[in-house]
């Protein structure tokens, strides 16, 4: 999670609200990192989840991501809940909850579906706290809430 944190911290450079991620393979090695690039790229899909999913897919030459485990910093939306599905990850840890747009469990529980053809193991409130604060700390900030 501390590596995920890293990567939300960089996204503030670009303005883009701080979530980060990485994806491990079964070693424990690091395949793909990502942080939200929607603001940088003017590009409505560049979540941290996705940017990390291309990533570890480019890496091993396969989109199937079995054995892998994606940790975010942020609990994923609907849309990161389907590239997780459709890449089939495996196992998804992630610290804060997102109330107002969470598919693993708050809003939607888009990845543990019965219904659907994959299911993910989910591992919530990892490093919560740090997760939480460097979202309340970038929406707090007079300035960034004036231009959203």
């Not at 975010?72 to 389907?82: R, S």
Request: charged residues 25%.
């Amino acid at each position: 999670m501390l590596l995920a944190l890293a990567e939300a911290r960089a996204a503030l450079a670009s303005d883009d609200v701080p979530v980060g991620a990485v994806i491990v393979d079964a070693a424990g090695y690091v395949i793909g990192r990502g942080r939200n690039e929607r603001e940088l790229h003017q590009d409505p899909t560049l979540h941290a989840e996705v940017v990390a999913i291309r990533q570890a897919a480019a890496h091993t030459g396969d989109w199937h991501l079995i054995g892998c485990t994606l940790i975010v910093t942020l609990e994923p939306c609907v849309m990161c809940a389907g590239a997780i599905l459709a890449a089939r990850v495996p196992t998804v840890v992630f610290g804060a909850w997102d109330e107002k747009a969470g598919a693993a469990g708050s809003v939607y529980d888009v990845l543990r579906d019965r219904r659907l053809n994959h299911r993910v193991e989910v591992f919530a409130d990892v490093n919560a706290h740090a997760c939480s604060e460097i979202l309340r700390e970038f929406f707090n900030d007079p300035a960034r809430r004036a231009s959203r």
